[in-house]
């Protein structure tokens, strides 16, 4: 396919594309100014230091390094603050052949980022997960290989007989958009760092050097977690950065928010712990500590637009019930942004059926425990531990910061409130099962852990704060061992 250039002169599609990409890349954009007002997470130079030098970890997606603060004597933790995601399709060759050769071109470039010291896994440097979606691992060079390695989910029905696989395709939920996009990329990879230089630096050493004609790159994603005001009196990255870009509503964020919706995210007993999410940690899946993809898991990647105007146009304790549980509302002194998530606060199905027939409403958090934490002490695990491991981050992309397919994805260079949302999870459908969670009965694998409930259950905060997904995809995080081409050696 030609396209007109603006001299008349006709380029080929990839070439425009990458031009466009390029162009993207080296412009800041909106972002630009995320320097200028960025107050960056006080770290342990010493701590950062050691685990530089020390071994790399099995898991792709897990950070050493990071901090801790505390807000409302709740411990709060500081991840990475410039988070990007580049998802892509493969370029190259798909032969048995062809795949071995790519394995071995960006496991030489990942091994080059590491060995320099900058691939640490810590926010000092950076931290990359690499993943992959269903559309490799049905290659037919691969498909064979896939069949008789990849993890089985051991908690999911059996389809036509047979296990279900760890890794499904996303799917539509009972509250999304009809028309919320259900992507097919090859490749995803996750970069998280305190430096935006250092991402930049990732950024060019796998998609413009020796693995650049790899990949023909779908979309960019770009964002930010800070939480450096928390408990403070100066104003938040957050903040600053959604006034400074016109966002609607943007006036309406709390000072010292770290998301757009004014809540704190990452307390660290809302965070799955260590390798909680791991195939092999929970005996959700048929992995050992010896198997293929040992220390992998999978990822649920969303995008999602938030209308922080109607979000706002609710009084503060209606906001309360409508992220948390709504018991708790009255009792929570307004403009807190960090309420308790601890395993003290956990609520069980029978309290969530009290509040739907009390308060005629069932929070965000209180909606998913019954599935996003352990109802029992599981192979070391406490009782009452998060399963998800999230790293979602506040973004203005609409709805992504670059897309090569704009008609497609609806995009806009106009800035819009909203999070990619990422979470680290054992299984696909495990994921389907604590987003359904939310949903309540109009979810799509019947009824959810917890008892019915009356209207309005989650659809309620949905509406509330005008929240809604526009793209979806799952992917395979394999250990670190084996990011590169998984399964290409044993073609």
Excluded: C
């Excluded at 950076?126 to 993943?131: E, H, L, R």
């Excluded at 069980?348 to 308060?359: G, L, Y």
Aim: aromatic share 8%.
């Amino acid at each position: 396919m030609a396209i007109a250039t603006g001299d008349g002169h006709p380029v080929s599609r990839r070439s425009f594309l990458r031009v466009s990409l390029e162009a993207a890349v080296v412009s800041a954009g909106v972002y630009g100014i995320v320097e200028q007002l960025a107050t960056k997470p006080v770290r342990s130079e010493d701590l950062g230091l050691a685990l530089a030098s020390a071994s790399l970890p099995n898991e792709q997606y897990l950070f050493s390094g990071t901090s801790t603060i505390t807000d409302n004597r709740v411990a709060v933790s500081v991840p990475p603050l410039y988070h990007e995601v580049i998802t892509a399709t493969l370029a190259t060759g798909t032969a048995a052949s062809d795949l071995q050769a790519a394995q071995t071109i960006l496991e030489g470039v990942l091994s080059d980022l590491e060995s320099e010291g900058l691939l640490t896994f810590t926010p000092a440097g950076i931290g990359i997960a690499v993943g992959w979606g269903l559309s490799y691992f049905q290659l037919p060079a691969v498909h064979s290989a896939a069949a008789a390695t990849l993890p089985l989910d051991l908690t999911a029905p059996p389809a036509g007989g047979y296990e279900q696989s760890v890794l499904l395709p996303a799917v539509r939920f009972g509250t999304d958009p009809a028309d919320v996009i259900l992507e097919d990329n090859d490749v995803v990879f996750v970069m998280a760092s305190d430096s935006l230089t250092n991402i930049a630096t990732a950024y060019s050493a796998i998609f413009e050097g020796p693995a650049a004609d790899l990949f023909d790159v779908t979309s960019i994603r770009k964002g930010f977690v800070d939480a450096s005001q928390l408990g403070g009196t100066g104003q938040s990255l957050t903040k600053q950065f959604a006034v400074a870009n016109g966002v609607a509503g943007a006036e309406l964020i709390p000072d010292q928010a770290q998301l757009f919706l004014g809540f704190t995210s990452t307390q660290t007993a809302a965070l799955g712990p260590s390798t909680i999410a791991n195939f092999e940690s929970l005996g959700m899946t048929n992995q050992t500590t010896d198997s293929y993809f040992a220390h992998g898991t999978t990822l649920a990647l969303s995008h999602l637009f938030e209308d922080l105007v109607s979000w706002y146009g609710n009084p503060y304790r209606q906001r309360v019930s409508f992220a948390f549980r709504p018991r708790i509302a009255q009792r929570t002194p307004d403009g807190t942004l960090t309420i308790p998530e601890s395993m003290a606060q956990i609520e069980h199905p029978q309290q969530i059926n009290q509040d739907a027939r009390r308060f005629g409403v069932v929070g965000h958090s209180a909606s998913m425990q019954p599935v996003s934490r352990l109802q029992k002490a599981t192979r070391g695990f406490a009782k009452g531990s998060a399963i998800p491991v999230r790293a979602d981050f506040n973004t203005v992309d609409n709805p992504f910061s670059y897309s090569a397919n704009p008609t497609r994805d609806s995009y806009s260079s106009t800035p819009a409130a909203g999070v990619h949302f990422l979470a680290y999870v054992p299984t696909s459908f495990y994921f389907e099962r604590l987003r359904e969670a939310m949903d309540g009965p109009v979810g799509r694998n019947g009824p959810p852990a917890q008892p019915p409930r009356p209207a309005p259950p989650w659809e309620a905060f949905v509406e509330a704060a005008s929240i809604s997904a526009s793209h979806r995809q799952n992917f395979l995080i394999p250990p670190r061992q084996h990011r590169s081409f998984p399964l290409a050696e044993l073609l």
